[in-house]
């Protein structure tokens, strides 16, 4: 249909709409939604009426088979923040009322249950402000997640401020009660929808009085598991709030049902902050703590120290001659060499910079491309042999914190890295000293300083020198119960022995703080709720296994800062899509750090806007949960705004509340993973993991713990089932039956087929040939980018051939009016963000079915999922065929099968 033709129909569907519209809402709605909001879903409706008027009775013909390029353009798709309303599109009859109604939730087979049913959790996040919400919005609030499907909260970040955004009163320690009433009152109507509540108690709350530095981690994080004053801090507010009685509920936190899980401290690991340098600097109040905790440690476990000498395998040798050429800069870039790859751009010149007028090179980054890597200072044709100790010593500032990595690798393929180290730099001249022994002898070979391209401004160096000879092991002056604790930037100055003591010790010291935290809740508070650590991103899994549950977060194309971290205008989400890459995107990353025999949950998950591909987002994350058969999967955040739930406009990088695709697509993800559509993957591998594995893996490469680690392919996850074993001798088996998805297809099209008897689904690229999805065929018309999301659940019936209701979802991109790009790669629009209302894409396709078309009905549906504008249904060699497309300005639709079939 063209645009003019449409536009000659409109008058004629207002006035059938003005008299006798079947669209038309109750006095109840008409009360209880504002002007704009009614004026947007009759403009809609009327559109709908139209081109239905026009489409089955004016044209007297079916609708056209895809969209004509003119109508592919970007129309008006707002769902309303307080939506309840009944239909096709309302999945709250899947939800068990009310929440803990069957008692606690338990652990029973390594999975959630209650009672004796299994529990998954669909959930989302509210966070600062939107956690307290005022009584009559929290009863909407609560009404509308449960329509789609929601059955699971995690209160986020309720501790980063005092009220109004924040629970604290002004004084920073007490609970505002106002704030506690809000909180109250949303978790009783949450549980009366059969949602559950997932309390976070340290999130973002910085320790009033005590002191930060530069480069501290945020929140003080690692430092609040061994600082004593902290942690009675994080055990003032646990009992302050999960002994509180809910009045709404008459129950305490420690007691709610409906309280699935607690988790005690957000995205924080003591040795993941250490192994990331956070606390390289550290203030003397926090040092010397975790100093006398390590040298006790140190005393208990060597008789003495010269036990502790030859355990560590110390060795000191003199300094022999300086092995650089032209080691002062006096000669500019003589034997130097500045490497710019990909976009990166630097330029450097040797100035009088240095302390006493000395020499120093200065280094200006221009231009950086997000990996750190492609700008670099290296001097190769250098030996080391092994086993042998050498000494690098060098000064270097720069214009703000920055760390540079400082390596002897390899000059020829492979690359691999002999030792590497990092230094902080600050605005002031600091010296650094490493000293290393290569455990591999190469005589091509080069000293590196990376990472200078992850973000643009000028770095200083001076007086470099690389000598054979130190002392290893053991710093100077290091004697019994005097040893300082390690710093990451000299790090790999130690022995390897002595970096496993120490990783062991940071290991111990925060296992110590996760076990004591979960007895003090268990059984000072009674707490009956299931506790979860933090996540495995951030510590150890080994660790995380003492609790109950565990935890991780992803995310695909997460913001990226350039300059200031969380800078407004400065920044860049890279616009690609994730369905059916070859790597899997962020899938196989999440799936290696499952535990056996524990329930797993990713409490954040989400593909950033204004990524034009998010649609795919909670059904690719819903489907592969259910086929690792996880236990729950929370997006990340339905909103982090206060009192501003109408905002009818995507607002920011990770709400989802007002992302009219992302809401739209979350019944159907109900389905595949909630009502359990998808069923687990067949096949499953299990890989052993030791103890003291661990341990050697985590001194070399960090806190997180994967199964890639011990030899599973990461893609392996796409097909099977994966975990880490940490009790037996691990298992593999094999498949007994085919999956219910597809992961890129074999004609090359980067596209995820799901196929279920209730469900099926085409995500990623949406061209070329038919999909044929178990009796289901869908043909793809033309879409703006090429990619769709189509969806087609079965609400009634037990397949696609039953009596009852289809819901068909079909997404493409999404973005705001007046959104406006800052290039042409779609990657940033700064503070550009537009204004209301959200736009939407239209996606035009044929859907054929495996029943007759006698009877068959279908309709395009309104913002509210009520059945606007009828469809055509043709017959197709006796099957049913709806044809869809931006006529209808929708994204979702209702197909009717009838009884007697």
């Known amino acids: 249909m063209t645009v003019e033709r449409w536009r000659s129909i409109l008058p004629l569907a207002r006035r059938v709409f003005a008299s006798s519209c079947s669209f038309a809402r109750t006095e109840h709605e008409k009360a209880a939604t504002k002007a704009k909001d009614s004026l947007l879903n009759r403009l809609h409706q009327c559109r709908c009426f139209a081109l239905g008027v026009g489409i089955g009775l004016l044209c007297g013909m079916p609708a056209a088979r895809g969209a004509e390029p003119g109508e592919t353009s970007l129309f008006p798709f707002v769902l309303p923040w307080d939506d309840d309303r009944l239909g096709v599109t309302n999945v709250s009859g899947w939800l068990d009322r009310p929440a803990g109604g069957r008692g606690p939730v338990v652990v029973k087979d390594g999975h959630l249950f209650t009672g004796n049913e299994r529990l998954r959790l669909l959930g989302v996040n509210l966070c600062f402000g939107a956690n307290f919400p005022r009584h009559g919005d929290a009863t909407k609030i609560a009404a509308r997640l449960a329509k789609f499907g929601v059955n699971a909260v995690r209160f986020h970040h309720m501790d980063m401020q005092v009220t109004p955004n924040g629970i604290f009163a002004v004084d920073g320690r007490t609970l505002d009660t106002e704030q506690l009433d809000r909180l109250d009152f949303l978790v009783a109507r949450l549980k009366e929808h059969g949602i559950y509540a997932d309390l976070n108690l340290h999130v973002s709350r910085t320790y009033p009085d005590l002191p930060a530095w530069e480069g501290m981690p945020s929140f003080h994080k690692g430092v609040d598991q061994f600082f004593p004053r902290m942690i009675e801090w994080q055990r003032e507010y646990a009992r302050a709030l999960l002994t509180h009685t809910n009045p709404y509920t008459k129950t305490r936190y420690a007691d709610e049902p409906a309280v699935a899980l607690v988790e005690i401290n957000n995205e924080n690991g003591l040795f993941h902050e250490w192994w990331d340098g956070g606390f390289d600097e550290m203030p003397a109040i926090y040092a010397d703590e975790l100093g006398r905790q390590w040298n006790e440690w140190l005393a208990a476990r060597h008789p003495d120290f010269t036990a502790l000498k030859k355990a560590w395998g110390v060795r000191s040798e003199p300094l022999g001659h300086e092995l650089l050429v032209n080691p002062d800069f006096a000669h500019g870039l003589d034997g130097w060499n500045l490497e710019q790859h990909g976009d990166a751009q630097a330029g450097a010149r040797t100035a009088p910079d240095a302390p006493g007028g000395a020499p120093a090179l200065r280094v200006d980054v221009a231009r950086v491309d997000g990996v750190g890597w492609h700008v670099q200072l290296n001097q190769p044709k250098l030996s080391f042999a092994r086993d042998t100790p050498f000494t690098v010593r060098f000064q270097a500032k720069s214009d703000g914190p920055r760390r540079v990595l400082v390596s002897a690798m390899q000059n020829h393929a492979p690359w691999k890295v002999l030792w590497f180290g990092e230094a902080s730099l600050s605005q002031n001249w600091k010296p650094f000293q490493f000293t290393f022994q290569p455990d591999v002898e190469d005589g091509n070979a080069r000293l590196t300083l990376s990472q200078l391209g992850e973000r643009t401004g000028p770095i200083w160096v001076s007086a470099m020198s690389l000598k054979p000879?130190?002392?290893?092991?053991?710093?100077?002056?290091?004697?019994?119960?005097?040893?300082?604790?390690?710093?990451?930037?000299?790090?790999?100055?130690?022995?390897?022995?002595?970096?496993?003591?120490?990783?062991?010790?940071?290991?111990?010291?925060?296992?110590?703080?996760?076990?004591?935290?979960?007895?003090?809740?268990?059984?000072?508070?009674?707490?009956?709720?299931?506790?979860?650590?933090?996540?495995?991103?951030?510590?150890?899994?080994?660790?995380?296994?003492?609790?109950?549950?565990?935890?991780?977060?992803?995310?695909?194309?997460?913001?990226?800062?350039?300059?200031?971290?969380?800078?407004?205008?400065?920044?860049?989400?890279?616009?690609?899509?994730?369905?059916?890459?070859?790597?899997?995107?962020?899938?196989?990353?999440?799936?290696?750090?499952?535990?056996?025999?524990?329930?797993?949950?990713?409490?954040?998950?989400?593909?950033?806007?204004?990524?034009?591909?998010?649609?795919?987002?909670?059904?690719?994350?819903?489907?592969?949960?259910?086929?690792?058969?996880?236990?729950?999967?929370?997006?990340?955040?339905?909103?982090?705004?206060?009192?501003?739930?109408?905002?009818?406009?995507?607002?920011?990088?990770?709400?989802?509340?007002?992302?009219?695709?992302?809401?739209?697509?979350?019944?159907?993800?109900?389905?595949?993973?909630?009502?359990?559509?998808?069923?687990?993957?067949?096949?499953?591998?299990?890989?052993?993991?030791?103890?003291?594995?661990?341990?050697?893996?985590?001194?070399?490469?960090?806190?997180?713990?994967?199964?890639?680690?011990?030899?599973?392919?990461?893609?392996?996850?796409?097909?099977?089932?994966?975990?880490?074993?940490?009790?037996?001798?691990?298992?593999?088996?094999?498949?007994?039956?085919?999956?219910?998805?597809?992961?890129?297809?074999?004609?090359?099209?980067?596209?995820?087929?799901?196929?279920?008897?209730?469900?099926?689904?085409?995500?990623?690229?949406?061209?070329?040939?038919?999909?044929?999805?178990?009796?289901?065929?869908?043909?793809?018309?033309?879409?703006?980018?090429?990619?769709?999301?189509?969806?087609?659940?079965?609400?009634?019936?037990?397949?696609?051939k039953a009596p009852g209701r289809l819901l068909l979802t079909a997404t493409g991109m999404a973005e705001n009016t007046g959104m406006r790009w800052k290039n042409a790669d779609k990657t940033t629009v700064g503070q550009d963000w537009g204004n209301a209302p959200s736009l939407v894409e239209g996606v035009a396709a044929a859907i054929t079915l495996p029943v007759s078309p006698d009877g068959v009905r279908a309709w395009a549906l309104d913002t509210r999922g009520l059945r606007g504008a009828p469809l055509v249904v043709k017959g197709t060699m006796g099957r049913a065929t709806i044809t869809i497309g931006p006529q209808f300005q929708t994204v979702w639709y209702e197909i009717e099968i009838p009884q007697g079939r």
């Not at 100055?493 to 002595?498: G, I, L, Q, W």
């Not at 409490?603 to 086929?627: D, G, Q, R, V």
């Not at 713990?705 to 996850?717: M, Y």
């Open 469 to 800: 000879g130190g002392v290893s092991g053991l710093a100077e002056n290091e004697r019994a119960g005097h040893v300082a604790i390690f710093r990451k930037r000299d790090y790999a100055s130690r022995t390897p022995e002595a970096r496993r003591d120490w990783v062991r010790f940071l290991c111990d010291t925060e296992e110590r703080y996760w076990t004591g935290m979960a007895r003090f809740l268990k059984d000072d508070l009674k707490v009956k709720s299931l506790l979860v650590g933090t996540q495995t991103n951030w510590s150890p899994a080994t660790i995380q296994s003492r609790l109950d549950v565990i935890d991780s977060h992803a995310y695909w194309q997460h913001p990226h800062f350039p300059g200031r971290s969380w800078d407004p205008e400065n920044w860049t989400v890279q616009n690609v899509p994730m369905a059916g890459r070859p790597d899997g995107g962020t899938l196989p990353g999440l799936a290696i750090g499952r535990v056996a025999g524990k329930p797993f949950l990713c409490t954040e998950y989400n593909h950033s806007a204004p990524n034009t591909y998010s649609a795919e987002t909670l059904p690719l994350i819903a489907a592969f949960a259910a086929l690792q058969d996880w236990d729950g999967v929370f997006a990340f955040a339905y909103s982090h705004r206060k009192d501003d739930w109408d905002a009818r406009r995507i607002t920011s990088f990770f709400d989802i509340d007002q992302h009219p695709l992302k809401m739209a697509t979350l019944p159907a993800a109900t389905a595949l993973f909630l009502r359990g559509d998808v069923r687990p993957f067949p096949a499953q591998t299990c890989v052993p993991v030791a103890s003291a594995a661990a341990i050697e893996r985590a001194s070399v490469a960090g806190s997180f713990l994967g199964a890639d680690a011990f030899g599973v392919d990461r893609q392996d996850a796409l097909q099977r089932r994966v975990a880490l074993d940490l009790r037996s001798s691990g298992e593999k088996t094999a498949a007994t039956a085919p999956a219910d998805w597809t992961w890129g297809l074999p004609d090359g099209r980067k596209t995820v087929l799901i196929d279920t008897p209730r469900s099926k689904a085409v995500i990623g690229e949406f061209t070329g040939a038919p999909f044929l999805i178990g009796g289901v065929r869908i043909e793809p018309g033309p879409t703006r980018q090429g990619w769709a999301v189509l969806t087609v659940t079965a609400r009634d019936g037990a397949d696609f």
